[in-house]
Structures are given as C-alpha cells and as structure tokens.
C-alpha cells in the first residue's frame, strides 16, 4: 500500500489531466491520455506510458471495464474530485428515481435487440446502459455525500440553531431524502427490480450466444447493485443516530415547554407533583421507629455478613419499634398495671414471660410504648445493653409510673 | 444473610435521598442485590423502586411541604431544559455529558414569563434557589457545585424529565380550553 502522502501529491502534480480524463465518457487510451498530458504542459520528461503505470500504482486510475487498452480514472477519485470542485449536494430521489426508469427503458431496448439479433443495436444499448449506470451510481453516491455533509455540518453548527430547527432539518432530511431512498434499495425496491430485471436478461442472453460484451454490462450493474446499497447504509449510519438523538431531544423540549405554558396559565400545582413524583421523605420520628424496626428486622433475619456473631437488637426510645403484629395470648392491656413502677420494662417482660416467643414479647413492649402508656412513661438517660435469650438488646429502659386509683 | 449496606441505604433512602453511581458502594451493593433489598424493605412498608437507567429510590406520594420543594426542583429542571432546548443542546448532550452546567443564565428572571413562574414558585430570590438547589443536591438529583454556581445533573433528575413527557398529555389546554383562553382574553 502506497503512502497516502505520496499518493496525493501525485494527484496534486497530474491533476489537470487526471481531471481531464476523468470527464471523458469513456476510458482513455494510451494515444489520447498523451494528448491530455500534452495539453496540460505539465513539463514533464517521463512517457505517457511511464505515467499511466504510476498512476496506476497510486490507485488513482485504473483499467477500464470495457477494454483492456483503455484506462478510467478510479471512481473513489472521481468523487473525491467532484466533490473539491463544489459540484455535489443532496440531490432529491426524484433524480435518481428518473435514471432507473431510464435504465428500464433501455433494458427493454437491449431485450427487443438481442430478440431480433440486431448486433448494432445491442452494443449501442449496451453503451447506453452503461452510461446511464454510471450515472445512477454517481447519482446514488452524490445523495449519500450529500447527507453525510448535511450531518456533518449540523453536528458542527449544532449551537447555532434551536432544537426545534434542528428538529425539522433532521427530520426533513430523513424523511424526504434517506426513507425513499431506502423504499429503492430494500429487496422488492425499484433500484433492485431494476438491477435485478437486467442481470436476468444478461444471464439469459449470454447462456445461448456470443457475450458481445454484456459481460462488462453485467460488471457495472453488479457493481452499481453493491455500491448503491453501501452508499445508502453509509448515509443511514451517518443520519440514524443523530435522528433517534434528535426525536428524544424533541419530545423532552416539547413536553417541558407544555409544563410551563401550563403553569403559566395554572400555576405549578397543576403539574400534580405528588402523585407524579412521589418522594418518601419520613418524619424524625417515624424514620426513628422504622430504623429500630429495621434492625429488629435485620436481627430476626440472622446476622451480617462480616459480622456473623453478633446478633443484635436495637430499640430505639422513646418512640420504639413498630413490630409486626403477633397473636394473642399476650395483651398489652393486660399488663400495664402489672409493669407499672418497673424500672426496666422490657427486662421484666422477659424475665417474667420465659414461655413467650420473643416477637410476642417484643410487640406487647411496642405496644406499650405506642398506645398504652403515653405521657405516663419515662425512659432513662442512658441506653443498657442486654443479652436477652441470645440476642444483644441495646435500648433505654422504660419505666410506666403509678397513677392513683390504678394506671388507667 | 441481609444486604451489607441496608442500615446506611435505608437511612439515606427514607431521607427522599435518590441513590445512584455516585453514592459507591451502597449503591453498588443495592444494584447488584436488588431482589434482598426490595425484600428487605418491603418487609418494613417501604416500596424500594430500582430504574435501570442507574439510580433507586423510595417511592411514595409527596405531600405538604415535600410536594412544593418537588415543584421547585421540577421548575429549576424544567427552565433549565428550556433554555438549552434554545441553544440546540438535547437532555442528554446537556445533563448528562459530564460537564458542569452554569446555572445563572439558565435560570434568569430577565424574561417575563420565567420571572413569572419563578415569583409564583417562591423562587425569585436568589437564596431560595440556592435553597432549593441544594435540596435537590440532597435527594440526589444532582450535585451543586456552589463556589461556581454549577450543577452536575445525576442519573435520577431523569425522573423529573419522566414527569414532563408523563404529565406533558394531561397539562396540555384541549383544543375547546383553548378556544375559550382565547376569548377569554
């Protein structure tokens, strides 16, 4: 492989001929290639045949499809040429559209021709239809270009516009320039059928006669069939993301600029944020009591991880845990006055009740604290740490105080 | 076996904070164990709710002075989106791209309907939006660099852009309200 540098100044040094060349209707040959470099009075010493081999070397021209004495110059360059001159942009499918039908007209021709064996008459077809399939290809090749700059400049002017005409160029240019496009290229699609209709006439005349050079028309429809598909996925490659990106965009920008015309006219509380944007954000308290219920929880589930010999429970007063609701026959009701004047509640509850499951033990005391004893508790400054049937209690004691006449 | 962060990510859960990659390892460990914490949480009343876009949160209905500090963070969110919309920036491009946004230009009480929302949102002063900037830095959705007065949008503002494309269809004046608007005027 040549070293691109190289190969550009090559290209910058024969460029009027190269250019030249490049604007025949056909190949050129050796004699006529002299001509151009003759005319172009370049001052160079070197053979138009020494030339044409470096050239070639530099892939910048190559043999021609239709005669091996005749040279065109690579279609990469072509492009590449016309595009530094200015001359292409996005062209509407309707152009293209047009060269199809006229590739099915003069498939029709060549049919009639070959039909008759009109010999003339078929190489005429022949040349018409190779002309118009290079020009189909230009054609699909300048379309795609022409989108991939149009995506390449609005990403680099993306600040100077709006999204909303950013929006409407995006999305006119998908919709009027790569979706019919798409319609031509996808199997069933004018530009296969078309494609399709004159290779099977190709195939069929060439198994039953002299090929009288439609081989070479078979090449340029095989390379216009392959090539126009590859110019339209490098289009939708260039313009797919930026639309997708751009309809998201869209449709925030839409639906915010809704929500503020409506709290213009409403104000923000028809925007409903509470039900839409519902956030827990619990009170001291209640984060309080939920966290002992979560340790509470924790412990009954077993013991961390890093941690496996601690099992621990923490109750946080004075407004202890929330327990999950344990069946009778334990009633806090029962036992207000019986605890009442205790200093140690929880302990007591335990010390005196060593047949109750723990939870039920732990619900009466929640109980207690929450409902039953009210303003009448007290709690003492300082937590204990208890273990109580194998757990590591961590809590303030409560002490329920003595009322006259009873606790209630 | 209980998930190993679930005391911090329960404290910092039920204070409305949004969890997200930027909160490390609770985060992390709450991702990858999502199933324990939901179950863990569940247990207690808690609706943990996972986005797979990145961030989890309590989900629950806002009430009282929790509805309006909400209103007020969808408001800044929303001004902001606007205001981008008219520089061409997307969402995407303009939250999430890792740089920090410049608020005071966004934000500004220069053009008479934003000034508008702004007095009725109690957002005028300067002050209250630096309140309420940081409390949105304390649910999560983003991260207030106040020594330049720029935010850092998180993963769970998403959930405010969420509420315009919910809520955009409901708000939105049929074509008989607006006919009437009109006469009204």
Not at chain 1, 181 to 194: L, N, P, W, Y
Not at chain 1, 255 to 279: D, P
Not at chain 1, 345 to 367: K, M, N, R, S
Request: net charge negative; charged share 25%.
């Amino acid at each position: 492989m040549h070293n691109p540098k190289a190969s550009f100044r090559l290209l910058s040094r024969y460029y009027p001929v190269i250019a030249a060349a490049a604007e025949q209707e056909r190949g050129v040959s050796l004699t006529r290639f002299r001509e151009l470099l003759d005319a172009a009075r370049l001052q160079d010493s070197r053979s138009a045949s020494s030339v044409l081999d470096t050239l070639a070397e530099h892939n910048l021209i190559e043999r021609s499809a239709e005669s091996d004495d005749e040279w065109t110059v690579a279609l990469p360059i072509r492009q590449a040429m016309a595009y530094l001159s200015g001359r292409y942009g996005a062209t509407l499918p309707g152009a293209l559209q047009g060269m199809l039908a006229s590739i099915k007209d003069q498939t029709t021709r060549l049919r009639q021709h070959i039909a008759r064996d009109l010999r003339p008459e078929i190489e005429l077809s022949r040349q018409a239809l190779i002309r118009e399939i290079d020009k189909a290809l230009y054609a699909s090749y300048e379309h795609s270009h022409g989108i991939q700059s149009a995506v390449f400049e609005l990403k680099m002017a993306s600040r100077q516009r709006s999204l909303a005409e950013r929006h409407a160029q995006i999305i006119g240019l998908h919709d009027q320039y790569l979706e019919p496009i798409k319609a031509m290229v996808d199997t069933g699609g004018s530009m296969q059928e078309c494609i399709k209709d004159l290779l099977a006439l190709i195939r069929q005349a060439t198994a039953t006669r002299e090929s009288d050079g439609l081989e070479s028309l078979k090449a340029h429809a095989q390379r216009f069939q392959r090539e126009s598909l590859a110019h339209f996925e490098a289009a939708r490659q260039a313009l797919l993301p930026l639309y997708t990106k751009v309809r998201k965009d869209h449709a925030v920008s839409v639906a915010v600029s809704a929500m503020l015309s409506a709290a213009s006219a409403r104000g923000l509380s028809t925007w409903n944020v509470g039900q839409h944007l519902g956030v827990v954000r619990t009170r001291i308290e209640a984060v309080v009591t939920d966290t002992a219920l979560l340790r509470y929880l924790v412990g009954a589930l077993g013991s961390h991880g890093d941690a496996p010999q601690a099992r621990q429970r923490t109750l946080v007063t004075p407004r202890s845990a929330r327990l999950p609701p344990v069946s009778p026959p334990l009633f806090a009701d029962d036992l207000v006055d019986e605890i009442a004047g205790k200093s140690d509640a929880l302990a007591y509850l335990f010390d005196t009740y060593p047949e109750q499951p723990d939870e039920q033990l732990l619900a009466v005391y929640a109980d207690l604290l929450l409902e039953r004893v009210g303003n009448r508790a007290t709690f003492a400054e300082h937590t204990v740490a208890r273990v109580m049937r194998g757990y590591r209690y961590t809590y303030a004691p409560m002490t329920v105080h003595v009322v006259d006449g009873g606790s209630h | 076996m209980y998930p190993k962060f679930s005391q911090q990510a329960f404290d910092m859960l039920t204070k409305g904070r949004h969890l997200c990659a930027a909160d490390g390892e609770v985060y992390q460990d709450l991702h990858n164990n999502q199933a324990q914490y939901e179950a863990l949480f569940a247990a207690i009343g808690f609706k943990l709710v996972c986005d797979p876009r990145g961030f989890a949160y309590f989900t629950g209905e806002a009430e009282g002075s929790i509805a309006q500090r909400m209103e007020r963070a969808a408001l800044l969110v929303f001004l902001i989106t606007d205001r981008l919309s008219d520089k061409g920036i997307g969402v995407e491009e303009g939250f999430f791209s890792g740089r920090p946004i410049q608020i005071a230009d966004l934000v500004s009480d220069t053009e008479p309907r934003r000034a508008s929302l702004l007095r009725d949102a109690g957002l005028l002063a300067a002050d209250e939006r630096v309140n309420t900037l940081r409390y949105m830095a304390r649910c999560g959705f983003l991260v207030y660099h106040e020594d330049r007065d720029a935010v850092s949008f998180q993963a769970p503002v998403r959930r405010i852009i969420d509420l315009a494309l919910n809520a955009a269809e409901e708000v939105r004046p049929k074509s008989d309200d607006a006919i009437t608007e009109d006469a009204d005027e």
